[in-house]
């Protein structure tokens, strides 16, 4: 039969020599080897501690954005829901109470939104088709978690938290400059 490849070798069943049999070159080669790395540039970080420094395009974990008020902006009209090509996002909308006027741009709100983290691609179309500027990608990494759930990412993780706002205008300006 015709090889698939040229790299299949041919076994050959000849015997060892007294140097292979006791395998001490063998071992000391694999040792020279490990050696060899302990001199070497580090290619690995020890993150958390240590961050990678990350393009300006990086695209990492969402943030769903307040207005000037710090109105929730998501009307929860699932256009990133259908623009999104993993199907990570679901939403239930609902109706605004008029006492929760304060906490919502318009009437429609989303009840819950859920992000995937483990679907997601980070592709950014969400982005793209939200027309109310409420969801963006950040520069901050999503979290290493022991468990699936734990990937489910809801509002508690997603809105923008009053008091500490998320800064999102360096990627869409150097997007906007480079394009
Ligand atoms: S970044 Fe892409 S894959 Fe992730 S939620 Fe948005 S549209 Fe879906
Ligand atoms: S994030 Fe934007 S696109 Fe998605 S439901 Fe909210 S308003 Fe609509």
């Known amino acids: 039969m015709e090889p698939l490849t040229q790299r ?32 070497k ?5 020890s993150y958390p501690d240590v961050l990678r420094p990350i393009a300006p395009v990086y695209r990492g974990q969402h943030v769903l954005k307040r207005d000037e008020e710090g109105k929730e902006r998501c009307t929860a009209c699932g256009l990133c829901a259908v623009a999104c090509p993993a199907e990570a ?53 999503v979290d290493a978690e022991y468990n699936r759930g734990s990937f489910i990412y809801g509002k508690d993780k997603l809105v923008e938290p009053t008091d500490e706002r998320v800064d999102v205008s360096k990627r869409q300006v150097w997007t906007y400059q480079n394009q």
């Open 8 to 39: 299949s070798r041919k076994v050959v069943n000849k015997k060892m020599t007294f140097m292979e049999r006791i395998y001490l070159p063998a071992i000391l080669h694999g040792m020279w080897i490990t050696f060899s790395h302990f001199f």
């Open 41 to 45: 540039k580090k290619s690995t970080v």
């Open 89 to 141: 996002i679901t939403m239930v909308a609902a109706e605004a109470k008029p006492e929760e006027a304060h906490l919502y741009r318009e009437e429609k709100y989303a009840a819950t939104y859920e992000i995937n983290m483990l679907r997601c691609i980070f592709c950014g179309l969400c982005e793209e088709a939200c027309p109310k500027e409420a969801i963006f990608l950040t520069d901050r990494l």
